[in-house]
C-alpha cells in the first residue's frame, strides 16, 4: 500500500514545484508578454516615419521596400533578445549574441551569394547609376532596365527576351549605360578611291551630314582622314545623335544614304577591294605555250 502511494507522492510533489516555478516565472513572462506586443507596435507603427522619410527623399520602391524589411527584422530581433533574457533569466544577453554571432556566420557562408546580390542591389538603389529605361551594357549583356530589385536587375533585350542579372554581377563588372545622356557620339568609316581629291571629298561629306534629321545640328560634325587602306584612302565621320539603340540604328541609317548620295552626285568612287598580284617572270597568255 505504502508502495503504491510513493510514486503519487512523488508526481504531486513534482507538479507542486512546477507549479512554485510557473508562479516565480509569471512577472517575468508577462514582461515578456509586453515587451513582444510593444516591439510588435514598434515594427508597424514606426516604419511609417521612414517611408515618409525615403519618400522625400526619392528614394525608389524597391529600396524602400528593403528598408521596410532590415528596419523589422532588426525591431523584431532586438524584441525577440529582449524576451528571451525574461524567459530565462540565466541566459545574459551576451551569450545570445554570441551564439547568433556563430550561427551568423554559417548562413553567411551558405548564403553568400544571395547576401552579395542584396548588398549590390541596395548599393545601385543609393546610388542610382542607371535609371528605369536607361540601355545599358554589361560584358556581353545588352538590353533596356525595366525593374531594379534588391536581388536582380531585369533587363529587356531588343529582340523581346527578358534577362534577369544578378545585382552582384552589374556591381562588380564594368557597366556601360547607353542612355545616360540624351545624346551619343556615333562614327561611321567610308572609304574613297586613291585618285580623289581630298579636300574635295571631305567638303561632300561635311554637306552630306549636314541638315539631316537625326544628326543634332547643335554639335559639332567631324571629319578626319583616317589612314590609307588596302584599296582606298579612309575617312572617319562622327556626329552627335539621340543615345537610344534605335535612335542610332535610325541615324545610321540616314547618314550611309545621304553620304552614298552625295558621293555619287560629286563623282566620288567608293572602291571594291583590289589586289595587285607581281610575278616574278611573265606569264604567257593562256593556251600559248612558251617558247
Avoid at 94 to 108: E, F
Avoid at 248 to 254: A, C, H, Q, V
Avoid at 259 to 287: C, H, M, N, Y
Wanted: aromatic residues 8%.
Amino acid at each position: 500500500m505504502i508502495a503504491d502511494i510513493e510514486p503519487l507522492r512523488i508526481l504531486s510533489f513534482e507538479l507542486a514545484r512546477l507549479a512554485a516555478s510557473f508562479v516565480a516565472l509569471l512577472p517575468n513572462l508577462i514582461a515578456a508578454l509586453i515587451v513582444l506586443v510593444l516591439t510588435w507596435a514598434l515594427a508597424r507603427y514606426a516604419w511609417r516615419g521612414e517611408a515618409r522619410l525615403l519618400r522625400r527623399w526619392h528614394r525608389r520602391p524597391a529600396l524602400i521596400a528593403a528598408a521596410r524589411t532590415l528596419t523589422r527584422s532588426l525591431i523584431w530581433f532586438s524584441g525577440l533578445i529582449v524576451s528571451a533574457t525574461l524567459i530565462f533569466p540565466g541566459m545574459s544577453a551576451t551569450n545570445v549574441v554570441a551564439g547568433l554571432g556563430v550561427g551568423s556566420l554559417v548562413v553567411g557562408l551558405a548564403f553568400r551569394d544571395i547576401f552579395e546580390n542584396y548588398l549590390a542591389g541596395v548599393l545601385i538603389l543609393l546610388r542610382k547609376p542607371m535609371r528605369i529605361g536607361d540601355d545599358i551594357l554589361c560584358q556581353g549583356i545588352e538590353g533596356q532596365v525595366e525593374q531594379i530589385t534588391i536581388r536582380d536587375t531585369y533587363l529587356r533585350r531588343r529582340s523581346g527576351e527578358l534577362v534577369l542579372v544578378p545585382n552582384s554581377f552589374i556591381y562588380s563588372n564594368p557597366t556601360t549605360v547607353l542612355t545616360d545622356r540624351p545624346l551619343r557620339r556615333i562614327t561611321l568609316e567610308v572609304g574613297v578611291a586613291y585618285g580623289t581629291e581630298l579636300e574635295h571629298a571631305r567638303a561632300v561629306f561635311y554637306e552630306a551630314l549636314s541638315g539631316l534629321d537625326t544628326v543634332d545640328a547643335a554639335e559639332k560634325i567631324e571629319v578626319f582622314c583616317q589612314g590609307f587602306g588596302d584599296s582606298s584612302i579612309d575617312f572617319v565621320l562622327r556626329w552627335w545623335a539621340g543615345s537610344t539603340p534605335v535612335e542610332e540604328l535610325r541615324s545610321r541609317d540616314e547618314v550611309a544614304r545621304s553620304v552614298k548620295r552625295a558621293l555619287d552626285d560629286a563623282g566620288i568612287e567608293i572602291p571594291f577591294p583590289q589586289r595587285t598580284l607581281s610575278f616574278l617572270e611573265p606569264v604567257p597568255p593562256e593556251g600559248i605555250k612558251p617558247s
